[in-house]
């Protein structure tokens, strides 16, 4: 069984940082994709930033030059944010993928107090 567990979370002043884990365990034969995902209160979930297969990294605008994604090992990635804002308050959420299969985390709430 995969699981993927988010943790880093947190409340944190505006300003402020904090960097978030995502750990994959389990059986998975490769991970060709990795995600961060959030979902504020009353809006759809988006991604914040992702690595693909040949190492490429994307970033919502929202996050360019604050958020760092970057991965340890293929099953463990991080995610550095810095200058938080309180519009940054959401639920993070690690997706990965393997082949054309999903798994999500059950995310770790980050609150940036104003």
């Known amino acids: 069984q995969v699981q993927v567990l988010e943790s880093g979370g947190g409340l944190v002043q505006a300003g402020g940082s904090l960097r978030l884990s995502c750990v994959v365990s389990g059986s998975i034969p490769t991970i060709n994709y990795k995600g961060w995902y959030r979902q504020a209160p009353g809006k759809q979930r988006e991604l914040v930033a992702e690595?693909?297969?040949?190492?490429?990294t994307n970033y919502a605008n929202s996050v360019k030059g604050r958020f760092t994604i970057s991965a340890a090992n293929a099953r463990t990635m991080f995610l550095q944010m810095n200058s938080l804002k309180p519009e940054d308050t959401a639920v993070y959420y690690c997706?990965?993928?393997?082949?054309?299969?999903?798994?999500w985390g059950q995310g770790t709430q980050v609150t940036v107090s104003s």
């Open positions: 997706k990965i993928e393997s082949g054309r299969t999903e798994y």
């Open positions: 690595i693909e297969t040949a190492g490429i």
